[in-house]
T-cell receptor, first 112, second 114 residues
Framework: AQSVSQHNHHVILSEAASLELGCNYS??????LFWYVQYPGQHLQLLLK??????LVKGIKGFEAEFIKSKFSFNLRKPSVQWSDTAEYFC??????????FGTGTRLLVSP | EAQVTQNPRYLITVTGKKLTVTCSQN?????MSWYRQDPGLGLRQIYY???????DKGDVPEGYKVSRKEKRNFPLILESPSPNQTSLYFC?????????????FGPGTRLTVL
């Protein structure tokens, strides 16, 4: 069965620092990849998604992610974080009929 | 406004007392799903439904039931809740069952079983 690994469980950054959150998946076939964000007390919102084409995907709020097929990775990046980026971030993969498999999440705390 | 709604948002109950968490979407989506979110485990799928009267088990279905009698509603039923079902529950919907569609999530229901 497919699985998703997010190795950073907690990340603490200062404002203006650069962010990279790791995501690796295990599945040898065609995948669709997602990053969701959950702000404190809120529901999950889609940050960005990759289905095909350009492996560098740009999402909302200045986030981007790069799909590297050879490394089975889909890392999330942002050049300069803000306090308002404090949230929990989930990487997710689908390989078939809406079977969305989530990673365990990364809690990001941005200090002002 | 297009949305997924869940009720109640917060619920404290006791072991064995049957409860239902409702989920409704107003986007005419075919696909709906229930997840539970637990610290360190991320989100895990409980049940999903590809269309009316079509439901199937996800990764953690034990102790839960669902029904899909109407397209817009997908209630989650706990016949005999136990403390290990204390969790944060999310309902989600999607236009279709194929994997190109984004899932839209509800606001969550925080359930505590004493």
């Amino acid at each position: 069965a497919q699985s998703v690994s997010q190795h950073n469980h907690h990340v603490i950054l200062s404002e203006a620092a650069s962010l990279e959150l790791g995501c690796n998946y295990s599945y040898g076939g065609t995948v669709n990849l997602f990053w969701y964000v959950q702000y404190p007390g809120q529901h999950l919102q889609l940050l960005l998604k990759y289905f095909s084409g350009d492996p560098l995907v740009k999402g909302i709020k200045g986030f981007e992610a790069e799909f590297i097929k050879s490394k089975f990775s889909f890392n999330l990046r942002k050049p300069s974080v803000q306090w308002s980026d404090t949230a929990e971030y989930f990487c997710a993969v689908t390989t078939g009929f809406q079977k969305l498999v989530f990673g365990t999440g990364t809690r990001l705390l941005v200090s002002p | 406004e297009a949305q997924v709604t869940q009720n109640p948002r917060y619920l404290i109950t006791v072991t064995g007392k049957k409860l239902t968490v409702t989920c409704s979407q107003n986007m005419n989506h075919e696909y709906m799903s229930w997840y539970r979110q637990d610290p360190g485990l991320g989100l895990r799928q409980i049940y999903y439904s590809m269309n009316v009267e079509v439901t199937d088990k996800g990764d953690v279905p034990e102790g839960y039931k669902v029904s899909r009698k109407e397209k817009r509603n997908f209630p989650l039923i706990l016949e005999s809740p136990s403390p290990n079902q204390t969790s944060l529950y999310f309902c989600a919907s999607s236009p279709g069952a194929d994997f190109y569609n984004e899932q839209f999530f509800g606001p969550g229901t925080r359930l505590t079983v004493l």
